[in-house]
């Protein structure tokens, strides 16, 4: 889009201005919640362990070469792990390399995805072993409805694959087996065709799907086994599991019902306003995480909290422009619209065959005018105290700000700690929200 484009669409005779500018916005209140705070200390000598079981360390031979995935999503300490994995099994005497596994994130290119991985901290230097990123693919099954499963080439090629990943409840589905191992290889060790090939039926069969490949490449590739995490509700490591190719199935719903009792929640419900202040890859698959800020974009997950409107006032740097889930917010910012790298969101919603997740909100100037379109809208439908919270992403909600109408329901809850009185929302000069 040409810079006289970007610059010819921002309120240039001061109508909106004039409409909105002087709608007065509430005091809010920075809150506390208790989550779910339980932290792995040690984690290279967790992996070591889990690692080191004869479960595990029985199918590593010397010599072997053995692929190590790396999935798009900002999970806690990734580099961390990898790098404790790939030193293991260096000490078992294979020789491992990493690769990106993901589907058509990082531009749907093998460089992009490449450098997304980097992005994590995940480079050749500190985790001490290749990374080999390629879009390149072979068939390993047949579904038996005739669809091709495969799986990435470098992958195909070594002795052995090591899956690493998270189990967390996924965003747009639900079944025995959300984001994990098997959503791993049905998407993520089947690159960009795979991942194509899983979602052309909607997320409406995505449950079944996620299965159906996920099993044929656990039978028809050399799955040694699948380091397993678990966060805590701060996105913090809380554990590591390994388990064989035997266990995956049997274990990992398991891991899911965890997971889920341990995830971060908003402790509100029935809000007018969510002011999110960033999002991004980094924090969601879907740029937030609707299971925290329920903007769920599909028919075929739902949770609460319900929100009437929703502000979203910039991307993340990790991002990398990647606007996806902007579609999921009413209003936004022209800082969020002059970064949206277009050409990286828009393959996701298309694979995913979910277009909302991009669409463009309506688009104010500064924060506050986002702000105050929100409020405007709101109290002319009648709501005369707007129940108003405000988020730095989805992936940090232990702190977070109510507006002086909840604040009363915030004092009846033992999990809630009041740590400021109320406060009139601060802006720098340009308007941004400080």
């Given at each position: 889009?040409?810079?006289?484009?970007?610059?010819?669409?921002?309120?240039?005779?001061?109508?909106?201005?004039?409409?909105?500018?002087?709608?007065?916005?509430?005091?809010?209140?920075?809150?506390?919640?208790?989550?779910?705070?339980?932290?792995?200390?040690?984690?290279?000598?967790?992996?070591?362990?889990?690692?080191?079981?004869?479960?595990?360390?029985?199918?590593i031979?010397?010599?072997?070469t053995?692929?190590?995935?790396?999935?798009?999503?900002?999970?806690?300490?990734?580099?961390?792990?990898?790098?404790?994995?790939?030193?293991?099994?260096?000490?078992?005497?294979a020789?491992?390399?990493?690769?990106?596994?993901?589907?058509?994130?990082?531009?749907?290119?093998?460089?992009?995805?490449?450098?997304?991985?980097?992005?994590?901290?995940?480079?050749?230097?500190?985790?001490?072993a290749?990374?080999?990123?390629?879009?390149?693919?072979?068939?390993?099954?047949?579904?038996?409805?005739?669809?091709?499963?495969?799986?990435?080439?470098?992958?195909?090629?070594a002795?052995?694959?090591?899956?690493?990943?998270?189990?967390?409840?996924?965003?747009?589905?639900?079944?025995?087996?959300?984001?994990?191992?098997?959503?791993?290889?049905?998407?993520?060790?089947?690159?960009?065709?795979?991942?194509?090939?899983?979602?052309?039926?909607?997320?409406?069969?995505?449950?079944?799907?996620?299965?159906?490949?996920?099993?044929?490449?656990?039978?028809?590739?050399?799955?040694?086994?699948?380091?397993?995490?678990?966060?805590?509700a701060?996105?913090?490591t809380?554990?590591?599991?390994?388990?064989?190719?035997?266990?995956?199935p049997?274990?990992?719903?398991?891991?899911?019902?965890?997971?889920?009792?341990?995830?971060?929640?908003?402790?509100?419900?029935?809000?007018?306003?969510?002011?999110?202040?960033?999002?991004?890859?980094?924090?969601?698959g879907?740029?937030?995480?609707?299971?925290?800020?329920?903007?769920?974009?599909?028919?075929?997950?739902?949770?609460?909290?319900?929100?009437?409107?929703y502000?979203?006032?910039?991307?993340?740097?990790?991002?990398?422009?990647?606007?996806?889930?902007?579609?999921?917010?009413?209003?936004?910012?022209?800082?969020?619209?002059?970064?949206?790298?277009?050409d990286?969101?828009?393959?996701?919603?298309?694979?995913?065959?979910?277009?909302?997740?991009?669409?463009?909100?309506?688009?104010?100037?500064?924060?506050?005018?986002?702000?105050?379109?929100?409020?405007?809208?709101?109290?002319?439908?009648?709501?005369?105290?707007?129940?108003?919270?405000?988020?730095?992403?989805?992936?940090?909600?232990?702190?977070?700000?109510?507006?002086?109408?909840?604040?009363?329901?915030?004092?009846?809850?033992?999990?809630?700690?009041i740590?400021?009185?109320?406060?009139?929302?601060?802006?720098?000069?340009e308007?941004?929200?400080?």
């Amino acid at each position: 889009m040409s810079t006289n484009l970007r610059e010819s669409v921002w309120d240039r005779n001061g109508v909106v201005q004039r409409m909105i500018g002087g709608t007065p916005l509430p005091r809010m209140v920075k809150v506390r919640q208790k989550l779910n705070d339980d932290v792995l200390e040690d984690i290279p000598g967790e992996i070591k362990k889990q690692i080191n079981q004869q479960k595990i360390a029985g199918t590593i031979k010397p010599g072997m070469t053995v692929a190590v995935t790396c999935g798009s999503r900002g999970i806690a300490n990734i580099a961390l792990i990898i790098r404790e994995t790939v030193a293991a099994l260096k000490e078992l005497g294979a020789k491992p390399f990493v690769f990106p596994a993901m589907g058509s994130h990082g531009g749907g290119t093998a460089e992009g995805q490449r450098e997304m991985i980097e992005g994590f901290g995940v480079t050749e230097e500190y985790v001490g072993a290749p990374i080999k990123a390629s879009m390149e693919v072979v068939q390993v099954a047949t579904l038996e409805d005739g669809r091709p499963v495969y799986i990435d080439k470098y992958a195909s090629e070594a002795d052995g694959i090591v899956l690493v990943g998270r189990i967390k409840a996924h965003t747009a589905f639900r079944g025995p087996y959300e984001s994990g191992m098997l959503k791993m290889m049905a998407i993520g060790v089947a690159k960009h065709q795979g991942a194509e090939a899983c979602h052309s039926q909607g997320f409406r069969k995505m449950a079944e799907n996620v299965v159906a490949y996920g099993m044929a490449i656990l039978k028809n590739a050399n799955i040694l086994f699948g380091l397993s995490i678990i966060e805590n509700a701060h996105d913090e490591t809380n554990r590591i599991i390994a388990l064989t190719p035997e266990e995956i199935p049997e274990e990992e719903p398991k891991l899911l019902k965890e997971a889920k009792e341990k995830m971060a929640r908003i402790f509100f419900d029935k809000l007018d306003i969510m002011v999110v202040d960033e999002i991004g890859k980094n924090h969601s698959g879907d740029g937030m995480d609707p299971n925290i800020t329920g903007s769920y974009c599909t028919e075929f997950a739902s949770g609460p909290p319900r929100v009437e409107e929703y502000v979203v006032l910039n991307l993340s740097e990790a991002t990398h422009g990647n606007c996806i889930g902007i579609g999921m917010a009413n209003y936004t910012t022209r800082k969020v619209f002059d970064q949206a790298d277009f050409d990286a969101g828009y393959p996701n919603a298309l694979t995913a065959r979910v277009a909302i997740t991009v669409r463009m909100p309506m688009v104010l100037k500064t924060d506050r005018l986002a702000i105050q379109a929100a409020m405007y809208v709101r109290t002319g439908n009648g709501v005369d105290n707007p129940r108003v919270l405000r988020i730095r992403n989805s992936s940090h909600v232990d702190e977070i700000w109510i507006s002086e109408s909840m604040l009363d329901e915030a004092k009846k809850n033992p999990d809630i700690e009041i740590l400021e009185d109320p406060k009139e929302m601060e802006f720098d000069a340009e308007g941004n929200l400080l």
